[in-house]
């Protein structure tokens, strides 16, 4: 499969409830993701599946519509407008999600 086919999935997995499923198979073992530029504690797929399970525990997605998607190379990026609760409280936010491709998985994920 092609980077956009797996980048198509991913979305797909995140709108049907998906996360980890589509975390485990498309993310890199040596993966860092980025929330608002710190890496600290997101280094590796271990302590990455850890954030997403905490999201997942927590969340509960009623939206999740892509707006702009992205692909060059081994680059990709998507923006999303996704309503969820979490914890109990309503949240709306659009978000773009900017990937880094190595060996079809994702090795840089950053948030903004």
């Known amino acids: 499969m092609s980077i956009k086919e797996n980048l198509e999935e991913i979305i797909k997995g995140i709108q049907e409830?998906?996360?980890l499923e589509?975390?485990?198979?498309?993310?890199?073992?040596?993966?860092?993701?980025?929330?608002k530029g710190d890496s600290t504690n997101r280094v590796g797929k271990a302590a990455n599946r850890k954030a997403e399970?905490?999201?997942v525990t927590n969340a509960v997605i009623s939206e999740a519509k892509v707006l702009k998607v992205l692909?060059?190379?081994n680059?990709?990026?998507y923006?999303?407008?996704m309503k969820f609760t979490y914890g109990g409280h309503p949240v709306e936010k659009s978000q773009w999600a900017l990937q880094e491709w190595?060996?079809?998985k994702i090795i840089k994920e950053e948030f903004f």
């Open 71 to 73: 692909v060059d190379g």
């Open 17 to 19: 409830s998906r996360i």
């Open 22 to 35: 589509v975390f485990d198979k498309y993310y890199h073992d040596d993966v860092v993701m980025y929330e």
């Open 75 to 77: 680059n990709t990026a």
């Open 53 to 55: 399970e905490g999201f």
């Open 79 to 81: 923006e999303m407008f």
């Open 102 to 104: 190595k060996d079809g």
